[in-house]
């Protein structure tokens, strides 16, 4: 989806899952919604994709993409 960050949500009825929420480019990642051990994976990932990216910084160019 081009997002640096995404997550799904499912649903599942009579037998079958259905994706919902899952174009949402300010995903809910609250310790309540994705509970500890996801919480921790969560944060863990984006920590270290930001530190990456922060360290792939080039001047005099666009970093956004």
Do not use: Q, W
Not at 6 to 13: F, G, M, Q
Not at 19 to 40: M, Y
């Amino acid at each position: 989806m081009g997002y640096d960050f995404n997550t799904v949500e499912l649903a599942l009825r009579n037998g079958v899952h259905y994706a919902i929420d899952f174009c949402n480019p300010s995903p809910d990642a609250e310790v309540s919604s994705v509970r500890e051990k996801n919480f921790e994976c969560v944060v863990d990932t984006t920590a270290t994709y930001a530190i990456e990216k922060a360290k792939d910084h080039k001047d005099r160019i666009d970093n956004l993409t």
